[in-house]
């Protein structure tokens, strides 16, 4: 089974600090995407990494793929409580044995950012 | 991005009835689609992936018996949970995947909040 481990699985920091989350994994994915989901809402997605080792920036979020395209960090600059919510990993798509593709989610990172 | 809408976004209803769900791609075509299941403060837990024209792909522990999927249309799929108990009680999410960019990404519904008294 493939997992995709993200940690830390809460984090409430002060407005203004930093923090990075991790999603890792002993499987190779195509792409990996990052959502954000706010409490009786759906996921939004934030950003698609592609490419091993590829850096996007999205303002004071940064998203990181890793070299092998195993692994995922997200960092975020200078919270503000509007980061707050949960933050997941998807890698996509990974074929099964009957020839469709679904995603693995991240086990999640709750975030508050305390004003 | 690619929107996707759910109706309803909330039901309650009473033990042994059923609850039809709709999961629409507004601007887009979406061959696949898939449906989630999210406990509190847990991440989403497929369910099943729906693909128009043919049948359900269930993961492994879900009755399709229990929660029927069909996606007659490239815009449209529904999830009806039959004979609801209140153990089906969850917030359940819709997502369709979009070829038309590069990187066939799957966006999200507003979700669905049941309730089984």
């Known amino acids: 089974t493939q997992l995709l481990e993200q940690s830390p699985q809460f984090l409430s920091i002060q407005e203004g600090e930093n923090l990075t989350v991790y999603c890792n994994s002993s499987s190779v994915f195509s792409s990996l995407q990052w959502y954000r989901q706010e409490p009786g809402e759906g996921p939004v997605l934030l950003v698609t990494v592609v490419t091993g080792g590829e850096v996007k920036k999205l303002k004071r979020l940064t998203f990181q793929f890793g070299d092998a395209r195993k692994d995922s960090s997200l960092h975020i600059t200078a919270a503000q409580p509007g980061d707050t919510g949960l933050y997941l990993c998807?890698?996509?798509?990974?074929?099964?044995?009957?020839?469709?593709?679904?995603?693995?989610f991240g086990t999640g990172t709750r975030l508050k950012v305390l004003a | 991005g690619a929107v996707v809408s759910q109706h309803p976004s909330r039901v309650i209803c009473k033990s042994g009835t059923s609850v039809k769900i709709e999961c629409r791609s507004l601007?887009?075509?979406?061959?696949?689609m898939f449906w989630y299941r999210q406990f509190p403060k847990q991440s989403l837990m497929l369910m099943a992936t729906?693909?128009?024209?043919?049948?359900?792909?269930?993961e492994q522990g879900v009755e399709k018996d229990k929660f029927l999927i069909n996606h007659a249309s490239l815009t449209l799929s529904t999830l009806t949970v039959t004979s609801a108990h209140p153990e089906d009680s969850s917030f359940y999410i819709c997502?369709?995947?979009?070829?038309?960019?590069?990187?066939?990404?799957?966006?999200f519904g507003p979700g669905t909040r049941l309730t089984v008294l």
């Open positions: 997502s369709a995947r979009d070829l038309r960019g590069d990187y066939n990404e799957q966006f």
């Open positions: 998807a890698g996509a798509p990974i074929p099964t044995h009957s020839g469709t593709y679904k995603y693995i």
């Open positions: 729906s693909n128009e024209g043919s049948k359900a792909t269930y």
């Open positions: 601007d887009f075509q979406a061959t696949t």
